[in-house]
């Protein structure tokens, strides 16, 4: 199946790349080209901010910017119509363009829908947050809150969600009345194209939302530093968004990001293990392994450091546990993303199939145990295919527990007492997401408590909700996205004061009283 041709949209139509070249789109399934993007340069990052800049100032605002928030709200809850007429096209999409399976694109499309209309709802609501008063301790003086569109912003997206984290940024920036310039990831931008399309067919106004496709030295560099951009907001790699923040700070521009991960999931002795080991599992495997908030460093129960007297009244689950992670992890479908029952397709790309293979065997070298997978499926010879790896004997200091592998790898450390895991659980530079599995509720809210990260999951791991923040601490970024906050992230706090008096200030003599 070949993808549609398309161009960059700026101003609201389809136009060439100022400079001609296009970007191959490699289905990793297959390592066979099926298409073309537009490469976008600088030029083309000028011409779209432009738009957006024209449609924030169109008619002083009150097209866009100024109108009422139910104005907004039509637009959005039309292209999550629209995303859920064309679910079936875009979820195919998706899988040929990322190795998502099929089934989870289609339930991305639906979260693509969700996270449209709940941002309509916000929209409405901003009218009935604006003005809000502030109480003052002169009574001759009033005060009252404006909340207001931070202006044009610029928005990088990722390659393992490519339309629901576009959506993620995209629908709370037009809600809070921003225009918009959306750079995707050169690896995975099919889908944001036919955003573009759908903002076509429903008449969202010219230049609201632009976007520009291209490699990130070319297109999304200019957006990150370009004067007209009033804020940024990224997801990606800890690298990039370290560049994004430089870029920005010479004109004090605001940046949110979410960046990287090294998630830990704390499983304790009181677990049902065939639960336990799927959310485990789940929670690691999920989008191929490609996830920010991947719990991918197992933290394990194991009493075999204490005193065999002690250890005699315990239940010590770790050898059975891992017993079973590698049958479930053995019996995970890997196959193309567009066959029926795919749990496991590939990932992106050549670079990130190589990247992780390095990984598993610079691990090995270390002196880690590869339990299972971490190796091309015999039954797959084409396709950046890797076998669910799980990985044992794991000490601190291995690259495989400090760096983030962004693909199907578990690392696993043992623990014998809560503190030791509290320790564990924070060894990490990263803060994003954690994860707790216990019978123990008073243990799984003392752990809530203890873990550094901005997401908590408790007997699970990996759920989402747009009605729920999302972001992390640490070198994970910071700011929040998603949930009632979201559109806060677009918005400027304008605080006006009246005095409210008929009688003169008085401070100053009056001359005619001299």
Known sequence: MAIPQRQLFIGGEWRAPALGRRLPVVNPATEAPIGEIPAGTAEDVDAAVAAARAALRRNRGRDWARAPGAVRAKYLRAIAAKIIERKSELARLESLDCGKPLDESAWDMDDVAGCFEYFADLAEALDKRQNAPVSLPLENFKCYLRKEPIGVVGLITPWNYPLLMATWKVAPALAAGCTAVLKPSELASVTCLELADVCKEVGLPSGVLNIVTGLGP???????????????????????????????????????????????????????????????????????????????????????????????????IAKEFLE???????????????????????????????????????????????????????????GFYIEPAIITDVDTSMQIWREEVFGPVLCVIEFSSEDEAIELVNDTHYGLAGAVLSGDRERCQRLTEEIDAGIIWVNCSQPCFCQAPWGGNKRSGFGRELGEGGIDNYLSVKQVTEYASDEPWGWYKSPSKL
């Open 218 to 316: 070319e297109a999304g560099a200019p957006l990150s530093s370009h004067p007209d951009i009033n804020k940024v907001a990224f997801t990606g790699s800890y690298e990039t968004g370290r560049k994004i923040m430089a870029a920005a700070a010479p004109m004090v521009k605001p940046v949110s990001l979410e960046l990287g991960g090294k998630s830990p999931i704390v499983v304790f002795d009181d677990v049902d293990i065939e639960k336990a080991v799927e959310w485990t599992l789940f929670g690691c495997f999920w989008t191929n392994g490609q996830i920010c908030s991947a719990t991918s460093r197992l933290i394990l129960h194991n009493y075999r450091f204490l005193l065999l007297t002690v250890r005699a009244l315990q239940r010590n």
């Open 324 to 382: 079973r992670m590698v049958a479930w992890a053995r019996n995970i479908k890997v196959s193309d993303p567009l066959e029926e029952g795919c749990r496991l397709g590939p990932v992106v790309s050549e670079g990130q199939y190589e990247k992780i293979k390095k990984f598993v065997s610079t691990a090995k070298s270390q002196g880690a145990t590869i339990l299972t997978g971490g190796v091309r499926p015999k039954h797959l010879e084409k």
